[in-house]
C-alpha cells in the first residue's frame, strides 16, 4: 500500500487489468479470529464489511466501500472471467449475501444486493438465528453459473448469471451443516415445527461439518468441496473435523438447464489417509 492507504482487515482480492482495478475484502483482526467467532467482536469493530478499490498495478487505494450490515465480513471475492466486463460479486459471510459490484461511468464502483440467504431460527444453538455463513464461492468460466456454500446451514447452491443483476437459482444440494438430521441444531419453521435436512452418505461414511472451500473443473461439471475453514472455527462449531479428520466430496453438475447431484462414487477421506 502507499503511505496512508493502509486498510484496516485485508482477505482476498481479485483484479481487473482492463479496467486498471484491484478490489480486496476485509475478513478481520487476528486476535479475534484465530480465538473462534465471538458476535461481541463484530460489535466491537473487529471484522470488516469494507471493500478497498485500488489503481492497479500503482497499488494506490483510490476507494472505499462500506457494505454496512448487509456486508459483514465480506470474504472472496471475483469478477467475471470475461475481461470486458466491470463487475463482479463479493460474498458476505455473515450477512449471508452476494453482492454485485459494478464500475459507474464516473470512474467510482458500487455496489448492490442481489441474492439474500435467509437466517434460520434455530433450537439448541449459541444464538437464535444461525446465518447460512458463505465461506466461499466461484463463478463458471463461461459466466453462466455462480456457485457458493453455507458453512452453518450445510448446503452448496447453483445459480445462473446471465442476468447479473437478477441471478436465478437453479440448484441446491445438502452436503453437511449443523440443520443435518441426527445433529442435535433443529430449525424452526414458521409453523412452529422442527425440521432438518437429509445428507446422504457417500461410501457408507457420513458427512460432517460443512461445504467450505469448493472449486470447479473447466469444462463445469464437476464441483469438489472441502469441509474445513479454520481450526478455532472448526473446533467451535464442527469438533468431528478435529477428531474424524476432513473430506472432499464431488458434486455432478447440469450445466445445461441447471442442476446439482453428488457423486456417489468419490469421497476423498483425509482420517484414513
Given at each position: 500500500?502507499?503511505?496512508?492507504?493502509?486498510?484496516?482487515?485485508?482477505?482476498?482480492?481479485?483484479?481487473?487489468?482492463?479496467?486498471?482495478?484491484?478490489?480486496?475484502?476485509?475478513?478481520?483482526?487476528?486476535?479475534?479470529?484465530?480465538?473462534?467467532?465471538?458476535?461481541?467482536?463484530?460489535?466491537?469493530?473487529?471484522?470488516?464489511?469494507?471493500?478497498?478499490?485500488?489503481?492497479?498495478?500503482?497499488?494506490?487505494?483510490?476507494?472505499?466501500?462500506?457494505?454496512?450490515?448487509?456486508?459483514?465480513?465480506?470474504?472472496?471475492?471475483?469478477?467475471?472471467?470475461?475481461?470486458?466486463?466491470?463487475?463482479?460479486?463479493?460474498?458476505?459471510?455473515?450477512?449471508?449475501?452476494?453482492?454485485?459490484?459494478?464500475?459507474?461511468?464516473?470512474?467510482?464502483?458500487?455496489?448492490?444486493?442481489?441474492?439474500?440467504?435467509?437466517?434460520?431460527?434455530?433450537?439448541?444453538?449459541?444464538?437464535?438465528?444461525?446465518?447460512?455463513?458463505?465461506?466461499?464461492?466461484?463463478?463458471?468460466?463461461?459466466?453462466?453459473?455462480?456457485?457458493?456454500?453455507?458453512?452453518?446451514?450445510?448446503?452448496?447452491?447453483?445459480?445462473?448469471?446471465?442476468?447479473?443483476?437478477?441471478?436465478?437459482?437453479?440448484?441446491?444440494?445438502?452436503?453437511?451443516?449443523?440443520?443435518?438430521?441426527?445433529?442435535?441444531?433443529?430449525?424452526?419453521?414458521?409453523?412452529?415445527?422442527?425440521?432438518?435436512?437429509?445428507?446422504?452418505?457417500?461410501?457408507?461414511?457420513?458427512?460432517?461439518?460443512?461445504?467450505?472451500?469448493?472449486?470447479?473443473?473447466?469444462?463445469?461439471?464437476?464441483?469438489?468441496?472441502?469441509?474445513?475453514?479454520?481450526?478455532?472455527?472448526?473446533?467451535?462449531?464442527?469438533?468431528?473435523?478435529?477428531?474424524?479428520g476432513s473430506h472432499i466430496i464431488q458434486i455432478d453438475v447440469d450445466t445445461e438447464k441447471g442442476g446439482l447431484t453428488i457423486n456417489p462414487d468419490f469421497?476423498?477421506?483425509?482420517?484414513?489417509?
Amino acid at each position: 500500500d502507499k503511505p496512508g492507504h493502509g486498510p484496516l482487515f485485508g482477505y482476498d482480492f481479485w483484479y481487473q487489468p482492463r479496467f486498471k482495478t484491484m478490489i480486496s475484502t476485509s475478513w478481520g483482526a487476528p486476535k479475534a479470529f484465530s480465538k473462534g467467532f465471538n458476535l461481541q467482536h463484530v460489535a466491537d469493530g473487529l471484522y470488516g464489511s469494507h471493500l478497498h478499490i485500488y489503481q492497479w498495478p500503482e497499488g494506490e487505494m483510490k476507494q472505499i466501500i462500506d457494505l454496512g450490515n448487509t456486508g459483514l465480513l465480506p470474504l472472496e471475492i471475483r469478477f467475471l472471467h470475461d475481461p470486458s466486463k466491470d463487475t463482479g460479486y463479493v460474498g458476505s459471510a455473515l450477512s449471508s449475501n452476494m453482492i454485485r459490484f459494478f464500475k459507474n461511468s464516473d470512474d467510482t464502483w458500487s455496489h448492490e444486493v442481489v441474492i439474500s440467504v435467509k437466517p434460520l431460527k434455530v433450537e439448541n444453538w449459541i444464538l437464535p438465528e444461525m446465518p447460512g455463513l458463505i465461506t466461499d464461492f466461484l463463478i463458471s468460466l463461461d459466466d453462466r453459473f455462480i456457485y457458493f456454500v453455507n458453512w452453518l446451514h450445510g448446503d452448496i447452491r447453483q445459480y445462473n448469471i446471465e442476468d447479473p443483476k437478477n441471478p436465478v437459482l437453479t440448484g441446491q444440494i445438502w452436503v453437511g451443516g449443523l440443520l443435518q438430521k441426527g445433529s442435535p441444531v433443529k430449525a424452526v419453521g414458521e409453523d412452529g415445527n422442527t425440521f432438518q435436512f437429509e445428507v446422504p452418505q457417500i461410501k457408507g461414511k457420513s458427512l460432517r461439518g460443512g461445504p467450505q472451500m469448493i472449486q470447479l473443473s473447466l469444462d463445469g461439471k464437476r464441483l469438489y468441496a472441502t469441509n474445513s475453514l479454520f481450526s478455532a472455527w472448526d473446533r467451535q462449531f464442527y469438533p468431528e473435523i478435529m477428531e474424524k479428520g476432513s473430506h472432499i466430496i464431488q458434486i455432478d453438475v447440469d450445466t445445461e438447464k441447471g442442476g446439482l447431484t453428488i457423486n456417489p462414487d468419490f469421497f476423498v477421506d483425509f482420517g484414513d489417509e
